[in-house]
């Protein structure tokens, strides 16, 4: 370093006292007692509201809103040569505007050649309009989440009084879609937002006919009503752009019912155009459906709803369990339907009933997965030739008809469509889903 770049000791002082009076942290320094102010820069005046004629010479602990705060502050510096603090002072101590601030200060020990300790310096900033600030934006944001909360749980009122399956139905597939994104890697904040946008899928559910619904509707009537109920989608969709929801939102009610092949409904997308969010409520609501007792369908247990992902996402199954299942569940249509028609006083007949209940039931103990309960669709449609002509009345001919295709559908459904391996889910959502339902006892905890 040649003599042109080094500054002599009068520079030194000269910008040492240039920093003191324009800098915008205040400068506070006490002599070798440690505790009386010698220094008090322009900018420290401004920051405590006080001159520097008035603090010199007095101690610096009193600027301090608790003056022994300065006695554990200091053993730190001992202890660390330098301290880095916030806390609070008073500003314009001793005068009408005398208030607290908040402050960080650097403080340091000052040593001399020999490294003996001459005094302290702290350099001063206010922070309380910051912390005011950041405080204002805390008090938002816990207000914003109130908000949220709120929301949520009026939109669950609001379901609730609708159908409250639907409002159930909605919250346990947040819940399963939630473990689902955790296991994918999602964040707190991205899933707090996600919970929402699931909790909305079936939104437009409330577009729906109530009593196609619920109130004992016990099977779907003819393709009309399957149809009607698929428009939920759509509805979702269109009430949600109209409330001028996020992408996000729209997207997961309008494609939850896509599926992975690009067989679903409403557009049939397929693969990764369907949005990630809709995939995974595809698969937590297909199995929740599964699992849940709904007034239109047969609930299975966990084992076998495990089964029926793994057909459904071109994973390994079991055909030997979800056979034996199939059976199960089409025995219960059909004592279902028996008990139905026994107790409805438009049949008459009850040994007619009677006799059909038995040649349905056995046949469903003999028929094998060869046979794919073709032997019972082939008895129901004897059965109608019997019905039809028989003498009766119109009305009771009618709900002998209605319950008869219902059986007939159902073996259908059950025995021979559902044993074939399907890709209706994404295979890897469906996995990381089906290893967590493998490792708890319930899944909605
Ligand atoms: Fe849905």
Redesign the pocket.
Known sequence: MDSKTQLTDGQMIYLFRHLMQHSLEGFVATSSDLETIILFSPSAESIFGVKSEDVIGTKVRDLYQDPDERDSIMGQLFKEGSVWYVTKFRKGKGTLEEHIIDISFNLTLIRDEEGEIIGTMGEVRDITRLNKLSYAKELLEKENKKYQKGIMNLLYSILDDFDPETANHSQRVSIYSEKIARKLGMTDEEIEQFYIKVFL??I??IKINKDKLVNGKTYLDGDEEVEHIRM??EH?ADLLTTSEMPEGVIEVARH??ERYDGKGHPDKLAGEDIPLAARIVAVA?SYDSMVEIRLYKISMDKETAIEELKRCSGREFDEKKLFEHNKKALRNVIEKEIKYLMSSESVGNIKMIADMANEYISSVEKSDDTILGYDIISISSSWEQDITAKTMPNESREILLKSLDRISKSSEEFLGRRMQKELQFDPKIAGVFIEYLQSTENPLC
């Open positions: 899928h079936d437009g559910k939920h989608v979702g939850h019912h609501d």
